[in-house]
């Protein structure tokens, strides 16, 4: 897949009155891409990944940077997917008729950051506005990619009402999603419909089967994790109490449902191949370039 970047960027004055420009990656922003992401985010990413999307060799990855006085100051990191080959969590946001055809794609927000000093100030909103513009005009995207969609903390407020304002729609629930200092968090997944795509209509889902099941798992999911916090808050609360009994049951019962939700994801993994690598609970594919939560 060949992708000729659209020529097209926004610029906008900063309040200091030095103009914000956007670019696209090149392999001299090897270094500072490097650095910012691991200010911005509790992801390490491998070396790998970072060649990856300052070189594109192979233009899977749109990447954009927001510059002043050649200043690196923000960046988006988008990667081009096959829907037919999304994971089991994501699919199914599009309308049922475009799982017929294998060329259809959809755009992943992997990462979007700035610099702290000039955060709220609307280069974020340019870098994403100009995400979508590219992905409408470029001549191999816009007859095919049909979403864009992203991955947020269900806690990650300031994130969520920031891509609502840009009309993007929350999916569903992902329980569990998110794997942090070995602790699990509630995620959520937004969609952003662009060059006729669209989801199904509304009713469609109610007269699933597995609609009404999927309500029921996560139901019971959120019952479960809600009883794990209150019984180990309890438990820290009283210090003599928790001396007496410990919470290695409850820690246990964790594990377990931990492990059911991962199954379907961990499972594609082989961890005895040289091409997988356990990254601070992600797994890290080093042939296809991916980065898996798990």
């Not at 829907?83 to 994501?90: A, I, K, P, V, W």
């Not at 891509?163 to 509630?186: A, G, W």
Request: glycine fraction near 2%; include cysteine; proline fraction near 3%.
């Amino acid at each position: 897949m060949i992708i000729n970047m659209s020529p097209n960027f926004r610029t906008m004055a900063s309040s200091s009155g030095d103009m914000i420009r956007m670019r696209f990656l090149n392999p001299s922003d090897l270094d500072v891409v490097r650095r910012l992401c691991q200010e911005w985010f509790p992801v390490r990413y491998p070396d790998a990944w970072y060649e990856t999307i300052v070189n594109n060799h192979n233009q899977r990855f749109c990447s954009l940077v927001a510059t002043i006085n050649d200043e690196i100051v923000a960046l988006l990191v988008t990667e081009i997917r096959s829907y037919q080959n999304l994971n089991y969590e994501d699919f199914g946001f599009l309308a049922k008729h475009f799982e017929h055809y294998d060329n259809i794609q959809v755009a992943y927000i992997l990462t979007l950051g700035v610099v702290k000093r000039l955060r709220r100030r609307g280069i974020a909103t340019l870098l994403v506005k100009n995400l979508i513009q590219n992905l409408q005009t470029i001549s191999t995207l816009k007859n095919d990619c049909k979403a864009i969609y992203l991955h947020v903390l269900t806690t990650n407020m300031y994130a969520i009402r920031f891509y609502e304002k840009l009309q993007f729609q929350r999916y569903k629930l992902l329980p569990l999603y998110y794997s942090i200092n070995d602790c699990s968090y509630d995620g959520y997944s937004y969609v952003y419909y662009l060059n006729d795509g669209h989801p199904s209509s509304w009713w469609l889902p109610l007269i699933n089967p597995k609609y009404h099941l999927l309500i029921v798992r996560n139901s019971l999911r959120s019952i479960t994790i809600q009883t794990y916090y209150q019984c180990d808050h309890i438990l820290q609360s009283f210090s003599l109490l928790s001396s007496l009994i410990t919470r290695w049951p409850l820690k246990f019962l964790r594990k377990i449902f931990d492990t059911i939700l991962c199954r379907h994801r961990c499972s594609l993994f082989k961890l005895h191949d040289d091409h997988y690598h356990y990254i601070n609970n992600h797994y890290y594919d080093e042939q296809k370039n991916h980065l898996y939560v798990c």
